[in-house]
């Protein structure tokens, strides 16, 4: 294990590339230090697909507002600006981060940048790892960050028909995102990333099978100083054109 690795998805949308990933990336997440001890503890705010929000593990009568997302997958609270880099004292900030908003906002945007939404596509790609994957590029902002590393706290997608070897498709807790230009981050022997990769479970062994499966996404990111933001995009449908997955995916 190396300590302070940051692994990256390297596909087109992103042009590093990584030369130990093959060899650290485990059957269901690239990077994956296996030190994940569950999700954060106690109630969590979390947003449906219309809007609504809810207290995890409390009293159901009880709901809290802090980032709602509404059906396009997009804070509500989003305050003005646009996505890209940002400099905050002499630390350059990429991966998705937005210094210009006003408000804790958090989206998703899958291959080739387009806005993930409800009701609408998952599009895979060849990341530069050398693994077909859906990736996940979360775009954020609008509180002050205690350290450029950020913990999703869950990440799951659940699709129809395939299930993973933990029961969904995909899943992980604690996820560390990175969001310094610079580099590799100094961590207590994990991993950080600049994107979240989901890779599909290593028993499909044809890829093409995926295109067209419902899905669901599951998002928890950890807020410093606040509550957590969750999205929930549902009635997703995966793409995975048999055309495309049938070539090579090389990283």
Same mark, same amino acid.
């Given at each position: 294990? #190396?300590?302070?690795?940051?692994?990256?998805?390297? &596909?087109?949308?992103?042009?590093?590339? %990584?030369?130990?990933?093959?060899?650290? *990336?485990?059957?269901?997440? *690239?990077?994956?230090?296996?030190?994940?001890?569950?999700?954060?503890?106690? !109630?969590?705010?979390?947003?449906?697909?219309?809007? /609504?929000?809810?207290?995890?593990?409390?009293?159901? &009568? #009880?709901?809290? /507002?802090?980032?709602? %997302?509404?059906?396009?997958?997009?804070? /509500?609270?989003?305050?003005?600006? /646009?996505?890209?880099?940002?400099?905050?004292?002499?630390?350059?900030?990429?991966?998705?981060?937005?210094?210009? +908003?006003?408000?804790?906002?958090?989206?998703? =945007?899958?291959?080739?940048?387009?806005?993930?939404?409800?009701?609408?596509?998952?599009? $895979? @790609?060849?990341?530069?790892?050398?693994?077909?994957?859906?990736?996940?590029? !979360?775009?954020?902002?609008?509180?002050?960050?205690?350290?450029?590393?950020?913990?999703?706290?869950?990440?799951? %997608?659940?699709?129809?028909?395939?299930?993973?070897?933990?029961?969904?498709?995909? $899943?992980? =807790?604690?996820?560390?995102?990175? +969001?310094?230009?610079?580099?590799?981050?100094?961590?207590?022997?994990?991993? &950080?990333?600049?994107?979240?990769?989901?890779?599909?479970?290593?028993?499909?062994?044809?890829?093409?099978? +995926?295109?067209?499966? !419902?899905?669901?996404?599951?998002?928890?990111?950890? %807020?410093?100083?606040?509550?957590?933001?969750? #999205?929930?995009?549902?009635?997703?449908?995966?793409?995975?054109?048999? @055309?495309?997955?049938?070539? @090579? *995916?090389?990283?």
């Amino acid at each position: 294990m #190396i300590a302070g690795m940051r692994l990256t998805c390297s &596909s087109p949308r992103h042009g590093a590339s %990584v030369l130990l990933a093959l060899a650290l *990336c485990s059957a269901s997440a *690239c990077g994956d230090d296996g030190t994940a001890e569950g999700s954060a503890s106690g !109630p969590s705010t979390s947003a449906t697909a219309s809007g /609504t929000t809810s207290t995890a593990d409390s009293d159901p &009568s #009880i709901s809290t /507002t802090t980032a709602v %997302v509404d059906d396009s997958g997009t804070s /509500t609270t989003a305050g003005p600006g /646009t996505f890209g880099t940002s400099t905050t004292g002499e630390l350059e900030l990429c991966n998705g981060w937005n210094d210009a +908003l006003a408000t804790p906002s958090l989206e998703l =945007q899958g291959a080739g940048g387009e806005t993930l939404v409800s009701g609408g596509a998952f599009p $895979i @790609e060849c990341g530069g790892q050398g693994s077909w994957m859906f990736p996940l590029y !979360p775009q954020m902002g609008g509180w002050e960050l205690a350290s450029p590393l950020l913990t999703f706290a869950l990440v799951e %997608v659940v699709v129809e028909g395939f299930p993973g070897p933990f029961g969904s498709f995909y $899943i992980e =807790q604690n996820y560390l995102y990175s +969001l310094d230009c610079g580099g590799f981050d100094t961590l207590d022997g994990g991993f &950080s990333h600049d994107c979240i990769t989901v890779l599909p479970p290593d028993d499909i062994a044809d890829l093409g099978t +995926l295109d067209g499966a !419902p899905a669901t996404i599951h998002v928890e990111l950890e %807020v410093d100083g606040g509550d957590p933001i969750v #999205i929930d995009l549902v009635d997703m449908t995966l793409s995975a054109p048999p @055309e495309v997955v049938s070539q @090579e *995916c090389f990283y």
